[in-house]
């Protein structure tokens, strides 16, 4: 038989036998082996000592008082933090059927009396190397759950960056709608897709008036909070996904509305002179209304392939330019000379 120094250990057994002979026995036999061992005369002191300092084994009696050997090892394999230490059974019951009893509750082994003690070092050592394996292979899998879960958190953060990233370089970063960039990258993916379909396009552009007064008058920081509340109020007006709403330049909002006719867009444009009216920002004593006004000029065509979205944006100015003169606070559709006020 091979020796071991006492710092030595090749597992941690717990021995459970109300005989003390078996357990003197077994617990010299396997310290000699190197292992440590703990020995119990009964189920309850086993469950009490396995909650203490779970073992890595576990040799069970089965005739016992109060409790038997099967008791304690179906308490055992009901408890999730003591499921997973392999048992074998170590009893002079010989019938099949109490050794498939012992199997059916979780048993990993059994071993008849009287044994051969090269007998139970064999098997001791196979299910401690299972148990080892077993070990190892969950150690294995929490490791690659957690970088799979790392990978999953670094996937979700790249893409809230990717997400984040996106939304800067298309957002204009006071008013919080669409940039110029993206307003024409838009307004050439729409001019392709209605000039297809052979649907109508239309623009609106929003000045606001005398804002460089507004500015003089109240400030830089009251004039940002003032585009701010604009296009917001711009933004409520449009019910449908595919219109949109751009910062086109200082005090200049630009609308696309694609599948909209041009009474539609001028539709459009009143409610959003409405809007911009009801918020009533105090303008004196540049506004004849004593408040922020806008002024808009409107277009519509059914965009053609042979020509340039610009041509829109450039009627759209002109109908601009024809509400200033008219007085301001007012819609102007080019070519229809509508006007509202």
Request: proline share 1%.
């Given at each position: 038989m091979e020796n071991h120094p006492p710092e030595y250990s090749k597992g941690n057994i717990l021995i459970v036998d109300d005989t003390p002979d078996n357990l003197r026995f077994l617990s010299n036999m396997l310290t000699r082996?190197?292992?440590?061992?703990?020995?119990?005369?009964?189920?309850?002191?086993?469950?009490?000592?396995?909650?203490a300092a779970p073992p890595d084994l576990i040799l069970l009696d089965i005739n016992m008082p109060n409790m038997n050997g099967y008791e304690v090892c179906q308490a055992l394999k009901n408890d999730a933090q003591t499921a997973d230490i392999p048992v074998i059974f170590i009893s002079a019951?010989?019938?099949?059927?109490?050794?498939?009893?012992?199997?059916?509750?979780?048993?990993?082994?059994?071993?008849?009396k009287p044994f051969q003690l090269e007998e139970v070092l064999a098997r001791i050592n196979n299910q401690l190397a299972v148990r080892r394996l077993q070990q190892l292979l969950k150690a294995k899998n929490e490791q690659l759950q957690?970088?799979?879960?790392?990978?999953?958190?670094?996937?979700?953060?790249?893409?809230?960056?990717?997400?984040?990233?996106?939304?800067?370089?298309?957002?204009?970063?006071?008013?919080?709608?669409?940039?110029?960039?993206?307003f024409y990258k838009y307004l050439q993916e729409q001019w392709q897709a209605l000039a297809q379909a052979q649907q109508p396009l239309s623009i609106i552009l929003c000045d606001v008036d005398h804002f460089k007064t507004f500015n003089d008058t109240y400030g830089h920081l009251a004039g940002d909070e003032c585009l701010?509340?604009?296009?917001q109020a711009i933004r409520t007006?449009?019910?449908?996904?595919s219109d949109l709403v751009g910062r086109y330049g200082g005090e200049e909002f630009i609308l696309l509305l694609p599948y909209t006719d041009a009474t539609g867009a001028f539709d459009v444009a009143t409610a959003?002179?409405?809007?911009?009216?009801?918020?009533?920002i105090k303008h004196e004593p540049a506004s004849a209304t004593g408040y922020v006004t806008v002024s808009l000029g409107v277009s519509s065509v059914i965009p053609d392939?042979?020509?340039s979205p610009d041509s829109l944006i450039k009627v759209a100015d002109t109908a601009l330019y024809a509400a200033k003169a008219q007085g301001r606070n007012c819609v102007m559709l080019k070519t229809t000379d509508?006007?509202?006020?």
């Open positions: 082996q190197g292992y440590e061992v703990r020995s119990v005369i009964n189920g309850p002191m086993a469950l009490m000592g396995v909650q019951l010989d019938d099949v059927i109490d050794k498939v009893r012992a199997f059916a509750i979780g048993g990993a082994d059994y071993i008849t957690r970088e799979i879960e790392e990978h999953q958190r670094a996937e979700t953060a790249l893409q809230a960056a990717n997400q984040q990233l996106q939304y800067l370089a298309t957002t204009d970063e006071l008013t919080q709608v669409a940039n110029r960039r993206y701010r509340h604009i296009a007006t449009l019910k449908r996904k959003v002179l409405a809007a911009i009216r009801s918020l009533k392939l042979n020509t509508l006007l509202f006020s």
